[in-house]
Antibody
Framework: EVQLVESGGGLVQPGRSLKLSCLASGFTFSNYGMNWIRQAPGKGLEWVASISSSSSYIYYADTVKGRFTISRDNAKNTLYLQMTSLRSEDTALYYC?????????WGQGVMVTVSS | DIQMTQSPSFLSASVGDRVTINCKASQNINRYLNWYQQKLGEAPKLLIYNANSLQTGIPSRFSGSGSGTDFTLTISSLQPEDVATYFCLQHNSWPNTFGAGTKLELK
């Protein structure tokens, strides 16, 4: 069974940093692209970042480019999202999702709240 | 970016009802449209991919149709366990974009 479990969320002050993790199991992690998608309270879903299976290709939404860094450790079956210079508008539930040509399996999400 | 307009935002129906949810793309996305179900506190679950292909393990009462810009998710006979929020995703072009969601409740 494919499982994706996010962790690392919490309350953080504006301008500070936070690193999210997503532990994958139930499939060969190194064979799949991975993604971060977020949903702000009361808002729709927004794709944040994607990374290819071997980390050769990385893409970011314009809203996070230059502030967020997606990475992965295939030996640890773990996806990461390093978030810096956090803003109140980054407050959201962050999901990791596996992808082939689309997002097929998602985690339950981890909440990030940016507030002073 | 491609805009996805989903309707209705909220839907109340009875057990056994036929339910339809729509997504309209701002430009042609061929058949690259997926439907997901999200129950409270759970991970989103893929129901339909590429407009009309049923994901493995999903009940046959769920179906999808459409191509180009207009797409429909149909639940042929609503069951209590179908109470959830449903959203669409276009994966025709980057960045992939989502519909705003339809919250389905029992009447």
């Amino acid at each position: 069974e494919v499982q994706l479990v996010e962790s690392g969320g919490g309350l953080v002050q504006p301008g500070r940093s936070l690193k999210l993790s997503c532990l994958a199991s139930g499939f060969t992690f190194s064979n799949y692209g991975m993604n971060w998608i977020r949903q702000a309270p009361g808002k729709g879903l927004e794709w944040v970042a994607s990374i290819s299976s071997s980390s050769s290709y990385i893409y970011y939404a314009d809203t996070v480019k230059g502030r967020f860094t997606i990475s992965r450790d295939n030996a640890k079956n773990t996806l990461y999202l390093q978030m810096t210079s956090l803003r109140s508008e980054d407050t959201a539930l962050y999901y990791c999702a596996r992808s082939t040509t689309y997002f097929d399996y998602w985690g339950q999400g981890v909440m990030v709240t940016v507030s002073s | 970016d491609i805009q996805m307009t989903q309707s209705p935002s909220f839907l109340s129906a009875s057990v056994g009802d036929r339910v339809t949810i729509n997504c309209k793309a701002s430009q042609n996305i061929n058949r690259y449209l997926n439907w997901y179900q999200q129950k409270l506190g759970e991970a989103p679950k893929l129901l339909i991919y590429n407009a009309n292909s049923l994901q493995t393990g999903i009940p046959s009462r769920f179906s999808g149709s459409g191509s180009g810009t207009d797409f429909t998710l149909t639940i042929s006979s609503l069951q209590p366990e179908d109470v959830a929020t449903y959203f669409c995703l276009q994966h025709n072009s980057w960045p992939n974009t989502f519909g705003a969601g339809t919250k389905l409740e029992l009447k």
